[in-house]
């Protein structure tokens, strides 16, 4: 079968060899599986239903929701000498039923359908007259309110499935696949979480480091000089950030640029067209700044603050390198910016938005705490699974020897457990610090033979401890009303002596002062 795939590839699209990820997953639909394809964009995800497309009798319907790329892909495809066509809004209802009545009459080898479509009966209807042997279901992560862009439409897309006379394969593409996503688009579609194929994350050329507990804009204007001669992105958190970082460094000297959403059209623009020219070398924006911007040669993204998830972090991050030579992608950490994005999360209007959106900034705040390689943190996050250390990251490439801090790590879980496991990293390192905040003698806290067990610490190095033991999911944190703390089984086996902890940061924490305050 995979010969054949092959075959076509060459004949249609002009390609010698699948990438990585493009044949297992058209191996496994053409072996009869449903089957999820997470690929980042560009990663090649539209080849990996068009192939099956053409190996397998019938009609393959695609289900999409961006309608100008409907176009696009039919177009590209008619050609190519492949019939194709699409149904959406933009055709008036007589074009429609034209398009429809072709379809029935097996014409097109893939039919583009917006899910809205699937509310209707007559389509339905409509459906069943046809061969359809696969459904491809683009930009999968619709389907999940975890995703970042839900669409009830999507979740009729089972229904259809049950509905048509022949049960048909489904192929779940998407390039944002956390795994809650993942778990929601198996579980709707009913597809087997065994028939994931994850590739393509991995951006060999990207070294990532985080830097933590260093006075930022020293460390910002020696970052600047040091690169000043090649393109950069400076990315912060608020727009008055962004100002006040785009007149400090013009001050310094430096020919910056700036964009946020505050600015008019014209500004922007002119902004933009300025480091796009290389005549500003580093861009001060928010993350307002970089949709759709194709500039090749920018060496490194330095955020400034932390982002809000690891997809918008590694969205802008990747920004860096794209002409494939080694750049860099630097964040600069600061606990207080947690507190930030936990207060914009706080002020969405969607309530239901907050819990799943609180865990993502958790897992963001992870990559700042995890001692693992960053790379790997990374690709883990999106879901792929075997992965080698970069060699490259901040990491990696960190020589300190580790400590064993397996007491430490007991000393909080045993807290966590005297407390209930029903409070929050603050109020536990308020517990383990032996403070007298008011809180912790009015819940009789301080009565805990944990209290005081680490008083000798500050609350800052307790909380960095925790968020350690956190993103080695030694703790877990559950997103209710507020976050509370809790020990899972891993944990457990640390308590139980089975588990030991090893840190290199625990070297270090001892010497390093207390954050520095953002201007
Ligand atoms: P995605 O939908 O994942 O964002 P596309 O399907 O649009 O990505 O593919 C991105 C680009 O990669 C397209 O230009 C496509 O032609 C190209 N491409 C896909 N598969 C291959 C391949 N096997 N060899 C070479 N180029 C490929
Ligand atoms: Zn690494």
Redesign the pocket.
């Known amino acids: 079968m995979l010969q054949k795939a092959i075959e076509l590839?060459q004949k249609y699209?002009g390609?010698t060899?699948?990438?990585r990820g493009?044949d297992e997953a058209i191996a496994s639909v053409l072996d009869g599986k449903s089957t999820v394809c997470v690929?980042?964009?560009?990663?090649?995800?539209?080849?990996v239903y068009q192939i099956p497309a053409l190996v397998m009798p019938g009609t393959t319907l695609v289900i999409s929701p961006l309608i100008s790329l409907m176009k696009d892909q039919v177009d590209t495809l008619s050609q190519l000498g492949i019939p194709a066509a699409y149904i959406n809004s933009s055709l008036t209802a007589r074009e429609a039923a034209s398009r429809m009545n072709d379809a029935r009459n097996g014409k097109y080898k893939l039919l583009y359908i917006a899910p809205e479509r699937l509310s209707s009966w007559e389509f339905i209807q409509d459906l069943q007259e046809m061969d359809i042997p696969l459904i491809a279901v683009d930009e999968a992560h619709c389907i999940s309110q975890w995703g970042h862009d839900f669409r009830p439409s999507y979740l009729q897309i089972s229904g259809l499935v049950d509905r048509l006379p022949r049960k048909p394969i489904v192929l779940a593409l998407t390039?944002t696949a956390t795994p809650k996503v993942r778990e929601d688009i198996c579980a709707s579609l009913k597809i087997d979480p065994n028939h994931t194929v994850i590739t393509g994350f991995e951006r060999s050329n990207l070294s990532f480091s985080v830097v933590k507990g260093q006075d930022r804009q020293v460390f910002l204007k020696d970052f600047i000089k040091k690169n000043e001669k090649e393109a950069g992105i400076i990315y912060a958190a608020t727009r008055k950030t962004v100002d006040q970082l785009y007149e400090w460094l013009h001050k310094e000297g430096f020919h910056a640029a700036r964009y946020h959403a505050g600015m008019n059209d014209e500004d922007r623009t002119r902004e933009q067209d300025r480091f796009l020219q290389d005549e500003a070398t580093v861009m001060v924006a928010t993350s307002a700044f970089g949709m759709g911007i194709d500039k090749s040669n920018i060496r490194y993204v330095l955020h400034f603050q932390l982002p809000k998830n690891m997809e918008s972090y590694y969205q802008e991050a990747g920004r860096a390198g794209r002409d494939g030579l080694n750049s860099e992608c630097v964040l600069l950490y600061s606990s207080q910016d947690v507190q930030v994005q936990r207060f914009l999360i706080d002020q969405s209007a969607d309530r239901e938005r907050i819990a799943p959106e609180l865990e993502k900034l958790q897992q963001m705040v992870g990559y700042c705490h995890t001692e693992e390689c960053l790379q790997s943190y990374i690709l883990h996050y999106f879901g792929e699974r075997e992965t080698e250390p970069c060699g490259r990251c901040g990491n990696c490439t960190d020589s300190r020897e580790t400590e064993d801090v397996t007491k430490d790590a007991q000393m909080v879980l045993s807290c966590i457990i005297r407390m209930g496991q029903k409070y929050g990293k603050a109020m536990t390192a308020n517990v383990l610090t032996g403070s007298r905040n008011k809180k912790v003698t009015e819940l009789r806290l301080d009565k805990l033979p944990t209290y005081g067990l680490m008083k000798n610490r500050s609350s800052k190095q307790v909380n960095d401890l925790i968020e350690f033991l956190i993103s080695q999911e030694l703790i877990g944190v559950e997103h209710g009303t507020y976050p509370t703390i809790y020990v899972p089984e891993k944990g457990k086996g640390v308590l139980l002596g089975k588990t030991k902890v090893f840190r290199k940061e625990a070297v270090r924490v001892k010497q390093v002062s207390n954050d520095d305050p953002l201007f």
């Open positions: 590839l699209f390609y060899t699948f990438r493009q690929m980042p964009t560009g990663g090649g995800k539209s080849i390039a």
